[in-house]
């Protein structure tokens, strides 16, 4: 199921399918460890606040718009979890 980085909850993981949005914005999350292949884990998401996520041994913090940019593949054992 491939859902954006803004739909994880706390602790649910994911790799990175797709990361739509301009060049630029490719490049800069790909400088920053966040490309397609790479497993990324839901931090911290709350309200209307940057969302943290753990990708490649660090921690990102990203505007919620970007954030719905970035569509990750959740595995099945987790969707159920999702649903809750």
């Known amino acids: ?12 993981r994911g790799i990175v399918t797709v990361v739509e949005g ?5 490049r800069r999350l790909a400088g920053m460890g966040l490309t397609t292949g790479s497993n990324v884990e839901s931090v911290l998401s709350r309200g209307r606040g940057p969302i943290v996520v753990a990708v490649r041994q660090t921690r990102l913090a ?7 940019r970035v569509l990750v593949e959740v595995p099945e054992a987790q969707d159920g979890e999702a649903d809750s």
């Open 22 to 26: 301009g060049f630029g914005l490719r």
């Open 62 to 68: 990203l505007g919620r718009g970007i954030a719905a």
């Open 1 to 12: 199921m491939t859902v954006p980085l803004t739909a994880l909850m706390p602790g649910q």
